[in-house]
């Protein structure tokens, strides 16, 4: 059974950084680590950030030149390095991940905490 795990939340002063890490169990062939969302109190689910196979990463304008999205060499832990935090950006963060094969099940890690607040 696939198993996400985040971890690396905690409360943070604006300006301030974060390291965010998704742990992934059987991640290695069975499922793609794919990136990282975000919600807000109140608010939907959103994109964050994307790292595809080949290694190109993508990032919401909102968070772009401030975040980093990376993957370790065996594949199975995803990161989110989070530089000048701003309040806008206090969200439960979660970890996302697709299955290799058809019909490409999404899975979900339980989701980090993440506050910015003076």
């Known amino acids: 059974q696939v198993q996400l795990v985040e971890s690396g939340g905690g409360l943070v002063q604006p300006g301030g950084s974060l390291r965010l890490s998704c742990a992934a169990s059987g991640s290695g062939d069975s499922i793609n680590l794919m990136g990282w969302y975000r919600q807000a109190p109140g608010k939907q689910r959103v994109w964050v950030a994307l790292?595809?196979?080949?290694?190109?990463?993508y990032y919401a304008d909102s968070v772009k030149g401030r975040f980093t999205i990376s993957r370790d060499n065996a594949g199975n832990t995803l990161n989110l390095q989070m530089s000048t935090l701003k309040p806008e950006d206090t969200a439960v963060y979660y970890c996302?991940?697709?299955?290799?094969?058809?019909?490409?099940?999404?899975?979900w890690g339980q989701g980090t905490q993440v506050a910015v607040s003076s």
């Open positions: 790292i595809s196979s080949s290694g190109t990463t």
């Open positions: 996302h991940a697709q299955s290799r094969v058809p019909p490409y099940v999404d899975y």
